[in-house]
């Protein structure tokens, strides 16, 4: 069951109505960032409704204690979470002494809207005081410019009668964590100043931890510019955690006002804590002398860049169009690699679930779309996040007593931080995310600079890990990869996880390629042997798949065939999402999936497998899938396409693309699944238009979805942009930056030097 609170708009995501019964749902939908800091879009004035309000930071975290009943050896030490950080848009408002609160006073005219040309939040509204009318527009944005800055603007008109209007601008680290223990704090104060006639500052500290994690400073400041024709009354005050200006002023009926406030924010992970305040203080200097317009003007012509580079352009389906602009305003309003410390959070900046951690979700699902509408150098950034990493991925793996570099599965530092055993100690198949995300590189981009120097040390880390991980079944002759959860997490501590299996002996092959290609001095550094080698070929020779003759499948692990087999749709619809209604023990016996796992490898490695495979294991796996992962449509939606499935493959398509503005799976409301959000496009390039990459062979085989007039979009391919159109009279390749390239097009070799026409 779904549900849209926005109006449909391909550039827009609108509505006039305050979802008082799905606040948070539509906090989550708003949210904003600029890859540095983000914040849910709560409201400036206060709301007494429910809500969640939370303002993010990247890379700024905390260790909390794992807290389970029973304590195993290789636990991690720490669980890793993002906290919510001070918040700066607070503006508590009063017009004629009444407080401006939507869940209590009356209003009328609400417009709340997401610029997604230029990720710029605006909202307004009319408050009917006793013979006031007031009309307030709220405008912000997260400044692509500046990145360590904020803007708030309020206009207000009065429409009738005489307003006194008060503001309080703070800047307050009074916040806490929705799932802290007993209202816990995670923030600490250093300094503060409050200046009603100039910049005020609040510098706060994390906590202290008992681990070896670094306390995270932050100094944020702001400064209000107020144009009014009346004078502002301003006064200025402070307590503990608490910055404020008080800023007053009357507007007769006519009258308009504007007030705009400017945020920036220093963390000490760029400038140590004793000089954060004379940094902001010079940030400050440089946003104010700027100015709104000119910030603004910025921030358009930054997102028009990205705009240029990546759209989706969908004629006939406005909500199909506005689904997939959302999801790439989102991602890069969470990450365009503008920082190599940072990675991408299954949350973003939009919640505290999952927030700020890095999952195997950027390798396995951002990188092959970012290949393709990023400068290569975003994706070059996301694999030296991992190389530079790589020690804590040693740590992991000796955790665990085996040799090699485990990943994490939920990280903030390399160190794994996830308290859940079944994650911590079984979902190992991350490890083939990350190899196989530098073989996308590599392949894709054609610049082997990584794999030869960085990536031949993750790819042996990885490898070794493989190699001590198997065991070796005597009774069979074959080597197996017991007590694992592979991507469908509905299944926990299985046997021969056939996609595990699969990628763990794919992660050899790839390494033994690559490593003749490596650098002299990190071959004497790794000291690859002979020995070790002819090890892994056997392994590779040798490995365990399961696999049914009888069906034509492979099998998902030993037992599967063994449950009670039936269709995700013999689930009465009151029981959907099963996550939400069933006990995890009833999930764990049944026979449905969360997400894509033997498929998943067939993705990965789709020219290993022929269609026939293909359609075998989509026609047995996909009816039992129940897509409760955001992670789960778009890879059905891809083979679906290959396959021929074109219904399918919309369908799926529609879920992906609008999986939290629709909500499908129930959850949008603690925020939004944007690393999934690539779901959207590569459903679209991967999959109606088939775009493949293999041996330096770039193809397409396009198709049109039945109630689209026709789709476009461009990639970035070993420095050419390449526009692909797809219409009814079939599909148009356009060169417009590079040399030339043959490409293939429904399976034709074609010149692409000028426009060409099937």
């Known amino acids: 069951m779904t549900k849209r609170l926005f109006d449909i708009d391909p550039w827009l995501i609108r509505t006039h109505k305050l979802a008082t019964d799905d606040m948070r749902l539509q906090e989550s939908l708003t949210a904003i960032g600029n890859g540095y800091m983000g914040l849910r879009g709560n409201f400036e004035e206060g709301y007494s409704g429910d809500s969640l309000r939370g303002t993010y930071y990247g890379g700024v975290w905390f260790p909390d204690k794992t807290r389970v009943g029973w304590w195993k050896i290789g636990y991690p030490e720490y669980f890793g979470k993002a906290i919510n950080g001070p918040d700066f848009i607070s503006m508590p408002l009063t017009i004629n002494n009444v407080p401006i609160d939507l869940a209590q006073t009356p209003y009328h005219d609400f417009y709340l809207i997401l610029d997604m040309h230029n990720a710029v939040l605006h909202r307004e509204f009319v408050v009917d005081l006793p013979d006031t009318q007031v009309q307030l527009s709220f405008d912000r944005f997260m400044s692509n410019d500046v990145k360590q800055a904020a803007v708030i603007r309020m206009t207000a008109t009065t429409l009738q009668g005489n307003a006194d209007i008060r503001v309080e601008s703070q800047l ?60 502002a009354t301003r006064t200025a005050e402070d307590s503990s955690l608490l910055v404020q200006e008080d800023l007053a002023w009357h507007l007769a009926e006519g009258e308009s006002s504007i007030l705009t406030k400017y945020v920036t924010v220093v963390t000490s992970r760029d400038v140590p804590t004793d000089q954060q305040v004379a940094a902001g203080e010079e940030l400050m200097q440089q946003v104010v002398k700027k100015g709104y317009d000119a910030l603004l003007a910025a921030q358009n012509k930054i997102w028009q860049e990205r705009w240029n580079m990546a759209d989706v352009v969908i004629a006939g389906d406005d909500v199909a169009q506005q ?34 951690a890095t999952y195997w979700d950027t390798e396995a699902y951002i990188v092959p779309m970012y290949l393709s509408v990023t400068p290569p150098k975003v994706v070059r950034q996301l694999l030296e996040y991992r190389y530079n990493q790589l020690s804590g991925a040693y740590h992991n793996a000796q955790q665990q007593g085996l040799k090699g570099a485990l990943f994490p599965m939920v990280t903030f530092n390399g160190i794994e931080s996830h308290n859940e055993w079944e994650i911590t100690f079984e979902e ?60 469908n997490e509905y299944e926990n501590n299985v046997n021969n996880n056939w996609y595990t299996n699969t990628m763990a002996t794919w992660t050899l092959r790839y390494t033994l390629k690559m490593l003749p290609e490596a650098k002299t001095s990190q071959l004497a550094k790794l000291q690859v042997s002979d020995e070790e080698k002819a090890h892994w070929q056997d392994i590779i020779d040798r490995m365990y798949y399961p696999e049914d003759e009888k069906l034509g499948i492979f099998v998902q692990n030993d037992t599967f065939l063994d449950k009670d087999v039936r269709p995700a749709s013999s689930i009465p619809a009151d029981q959907r999402p099963i996550n939400q209604h069933w006990s995890w023990d009833r999930i764990l016996r049944s026979p449905f999936i969360k997400q894509a796992d033997v498929l998943q490898g067939i993705y990965f490695l789709n ?102 007039e026709k789709y476009a979009f461009a990639i970035n391919y070993r ?40």
């Open 172 to 231: 307050n680290s009074n916040v806490h964590n929705e799932d802290s223990n007993y209202e816990e704090m995670f923030w600490e104060e250093l300094d503060r100043h409050a200046d009603s006639n100039g910049t005020s500052h609040l510098t706060v500290i994390t906590k202290p931890n008992p681990y070896d994690v670094p306390r995270f400073s932050l100094t944020l400041s702001m400064t209000n510019v107020l144009a009014s024709p009346d004078p």
């Open 428 to 487: 190992i198949h991350r490890n083939g995310a990350i190899a196989h995300a530098i073989a996308q590189y590599t392949e894709y981009t054609g610049d082997h600079s990584y794999v030869d120097d960085h990536g031949i040390e993750v790819l042996v880390g990885i490898a070794r890990f493989w190699a001590d991980r198997v065991h070796f079944s005597k009774r069979q002759g074959k080597y197996m990869i017991h007590g694992v959860t592979g991507p």
């Open 323 to 356: 689904g997939i602009r959302f999801n790439l305003v989102q991602l890069f309003m969470t990450y365009y690699g503008d920082d190599a410390r940072l990675n991408i959070g299954p949350k973003g900046f939009t919640g505290e679930k999952y927030g700020g």
């Open 719 to 758: 420095d050419r942009i390449i526009r692909v159109s797809v219409n009814a009279a079939g599909c148009t390749l356009q060169l417009l930056k590079g040399a030339p390239l043959t490409v293939w097009l429904y399976d034709k070799p074609t010149e692409l030097s000028a426009t060409v026409h099937e």
């Open 607 to 708: 020219d290993e497998f022929t269609m026939q495979q293909k359609e075998r294991n989509f026609d047995f796996y996909e009816p039992l899938t129940v897509h409760e992962s955001s992670l789960s449509p778009s890879i059905h939606a891809i083979l679906a396409a290959e396959l021929g499935k074109q219904d399918k493959a919309v369908e799926l398509y529609q879920r992906t693309a609008r999986l939290d503005l629709d909500n499908y799976n129930n959850d949008t409301d603690d925020g939004l699944h944007i690393t999934s959000m690539s779901g959207s496009w590569l459903a679209i390039v991967q999959g109606f238009a088939g775009m493949r990459q293999h041996a330096d062979k770039l193809s397409f085989k396009p198709f049109l979805p039945k109630n689209w």
